[in-house]
């Protein structure tokens, strides 16, 4: 199973978005998919119809008082499981540093092992502060995937979160940035193609091929809680998704 992570410290930059449709487009590929959701907002999890203030979460795996099987929920779409969040998360950090009898960092990754024979991939929908639950989720992670919109404070965030990174090397020594997705993308925007120039000059080789372009239909999919492909197959959009995912397979666009 292949851990990856989409995380950025700046928020409103399409993260559980790129989550919820790439988790989507590696299950059409008959990828078997767990999402795991550190946001205490619970966003993926509402999306795909699996939230609940009481039910066991993603908490209660982190505080180890539910065995990660017993939290993880089926969803309409076949292929995709997930273990949702809740408001519960802001109480948790608190409650993992009390509880002194086991590391507090790797108790996700601990958890994970359990049904990696399960999945092909696990995708970690992360919040944008650092907590102890997003540490865990850095700690479980192969990979972080940096979803960004062309913006100068998304920017001014990246050498930050490459520090965050670094640190978490020392849990973790085989994280590895995977690269950064361009969000709402506008190629005949000059900022847009000057910010795209600067982020490819900042991290040679580590900016997708595939840019997710602006489009309307995104927000329209997640309102009506539809995977992008499904609520319009012929937007850009979906198209788009489609294309970023084959790169994360290593799949080029004639399918090989």
């Given at each position: ?27 059409t590929h008959g ?25 066991p979460s993603v ?15 089926q969803t309409k ?180």
């Open positions: 199973m292949k851990t990856i992570g989409f995380f950025n410290i700046k928020g409103g930059v399409g993260k559980t978005t790129a989550s919820i449709n790439t988790a989507f487009q590696l299950s990828k078997r998919v767990l999402v795991i959701d550190l946001d205490m907002q619970g966003n993926s999890s509402r999306f795909f119809e699996v939230y609940s203030k009481t039910a908490s209660e795996v982190l505080l180890r008082q539910n065995e990660i099987e017993s939290v993880i929920k779409f076949t292929g995709i499981d997930v273990v949702p969040s809740n408001m519960r998360l802001i109480k948790t950090d608190k409650d993992i540093m009390l509880d002194t009898l086991y590391p507090q960092q790797t108790r996700l990754k601990a958890a994970l092992e359990q049904v990696q024979a399960n999945y092909d991939f696990c995708i970690i929908d992360c919040p944008t502060y650092l907590t102890l639950a997003l540490i865990n989720g850095l700690v479980a992670m192969d990979e972080i995937i940096v979803p960004t919109e062309i913006d100068e404070q998304a920017f001014e965030g990246l050498e930050y979160l490459l520090e965050v990174i670094k640190d978490i090397k020392a849990f973790n020594p085989t994280l590895t940035l995977a690269g950064v997705l361009v969000n709402s993308y506008r190629p005949n925007n000059q900022l847009h193609k000057e910010g795209l120039e600067w982020l490819e000059k900042f991290l040679p080789n580590k900016v997708f091929k595939q840019k997710i372009r602006f489009s309307d239909k995104a927000a329209e999919a997640i309102a009506t809680r539809q995977p992008a492909m499904i609520y319009s197959s012929r937007s850009l959009v979906a198209r788009n998704f489609r294309d970023s995912t084959k790169e994360i397979l290593g799949v080029n666009n004639n399918g090989k």
